[in-house]
């Protein structure tokens, strides 16, 4: 390495031809860092337009663009009492995303998120229980008017995050609540995604724009290079609702093949990638591996055979991006709610000669607050000399309902956990770290308790934390059973 003192007598200009001739870049020469790039992930965001059930009517008869007009106007007398009675109709678990708490969420996104140069909305644009309330709201709706409805809701959610971040490149996944038809249930090749594929890729590069336009009416999926100053570094994008294990087509029909061809496409995508020494970022909506919290009410039928709650049909997705370790950087999910992690680690077999490191998993939280969380965004760091998520934090507020809220940071990854970044490297050393503190005692578990979910859930997590660590990176069913079923003992 160069002495300060011998840098101080050599030109600058002579420091960059030799740097030039090397192949090597001025700033890893004198040791300085490239600027991060940040960029603002939220997901789970659950519009609901039927908060105000007077004005469904009138925003089912409009085009997006009157929609935010309408749904501004002042709240009708009897709001809060048709509003009740429509959740009640639709056995509601708790309240999505009212116009007021989107309106304050995308100030705080503008607020929070100067300099952006990208976004990441990992699916779930509309509210759940949606075709029931549609159905109560609209009573008498023509053939065509429900999907209509829906394309058009979550073209005014992405209407609207574009309007208060102008300029920033977006890039959208569809969730399980994203269809024209019902909750995870969609037909490829449809007039659905090619409608939101048109507006979700509008603003994607030139060169990207039409095939992923074309791809995205296929099966929801698209591929896009992620923005300069990062180079050679792709985002893969997946509807991979195909690969959910409730999966249905708009008639009720069980079919794995949408989902095969969406693992073939990836494979290839990932192939062509490594071929390039290109890094991946992969996002979709469902994540793989198991659902802990549904598997830990069965915990004993698991421990006797039984299988444990997946979120996929099968580990296909899990085992594809583990066994790209070297392209994938970092994959983003979100659908339970929550702030977790997860770390894809490759089977034995996979692993080859030189073993492949694990792909670091990030679940984003929600804006939805219907868990009884309140809604939190992140706002990323990524060091462009690498492609990796160098820090995060995590925008919180300060209750759910968006009215006289104020939003504020709840927690920075690199200083909670002591980590350099979010890669794989750290969330090894987290997972083992979480792995063998079985009573969660020390500073990063206490961390990881107080943050995964936005207000006070420490206690209820902290009961079965060895059976949760254990969905971290166990993410087959017969690696969760050995696990979870020896963690408690």
Known sequence: MVGNWMMKAIP???????????????????????TPVKALMTSDIHFDPFWDPAKVANLNAAPVADWEAILAAPDSADRAQRFAALQTQCRTRGEDT????????????????????????????????????????VPGAKPGDYASFVTRTIAFVDAQLRQALPGVEMFEALGNNDSDCGDYELNVGGQFLGDTGAFMTAD????????????????????????????????LVLDDLFESVRYKTCSGKTDPAPGEAQIAWLRGQLETARSRHEKVWVMGHIPPGVDPYSTIRNLAKVCAGSSPTMFLSSDALGATLAAYGDVV???????THMDELRLLTPSADAAGVKPLPPVALKMVPSISPVDGNNPSFMVAEIDPSTDALKDYKVIAASNQTGIGTSWTEEYDFSKAYGQPAFDARSLSALVNGFSVDRGAQTAASAEYLKNYFVRDASLGLKTFWPQYVCALENRTADQYRACACTAGK
Do not use: N, W
């Open 12 to 34: 600058a200009a002579a420091v960059l031809a030799c740097c030039f001739v090397l192949g090597v870049p001025a700033e890893a020469q004198t040791g300085s860092r490239p």
């Open 329 to 335: 950087e970092l994959a983003i999910f979100a659908h």
């Open 98 to 137: 009212s116009f007021p708490l989107l309106r304050s969420s995308l100030a705080a996104m503008k607020a929070q998120a100067a300099g952006v140069k990208f976004v990441t909305v990992s699916g779930d644009l509309i509210a759940h229980a949606f075709d029931c309330k549609f159905e109560a709201a």
């Open 204 to 235: 994607l590069p030139e060169a990207d724009r039409s095939t992923a336009a074309s791809i995205f009416q296929s099966e929801g999926d698209y591929s896009v290079p992620l923005p300069a100053p990062i180079h050679r570094a792709r985002l």
